[in-house]
């Protein structure tokens, strides 16, 4: 069974940073684009950044240049480096395949609040 654990949310100040973390339980995970998600309350899940095989990055508008998606194939892990957070960041942050989205392979995700 495939599962993908995300870590690292928080409280933060405006113009703060994280580092969202998510270990998959999946084979082969260097072959999969792997993606970061997220859904605030009353929204749907957006794509937020993903990361194909070959490490192309892509981000949504109102992350670039402020979000880093990378990954480590050796441990299984996608990482999410997020700077100057802003309120509207706040969500619940996934990760799951950056293509073909798989609906049972959605984990707990973690939880980002950006608050003065």
């Known amino acids: 069974q495939v599962q993908f654990v995300e870590s690292g949310g928080g409280l933060v100040q405006p113009g703060g940073s994280l580092r969202l973390s998510c270990t998959a339980s999946?084979?082969?995970?260097?072959?999969?684009?792997m993606g970061w998600y997220r859904q605030a309350p009353g929204t749907q899940r957006e794509l937020v950044a993903s990361?194909?095989?070959?490490?192309?990055?892509n981000y949504a508008d109102s992350v670039q240049g402020r979000f880093t998606i990378s990954r480590d194939n050796a441990k299984n892990t996608v990482y999410l480096q997020m700077n100057n957070l802003k309120p509207e960041d706040t969500a619940v942050y996934y990760c799951n395949l950056g293509n073909n989205v798989r609906p049972d392979y959605w984990g707990q995700g973690t939880q980002v609040t950006v608050s003065s």
């Open positions: 990361i194909t095989r070959t490490f192309t990055t």
């Open positions: 999946l084979r082969f995970f260097n072959i999969y684009a």
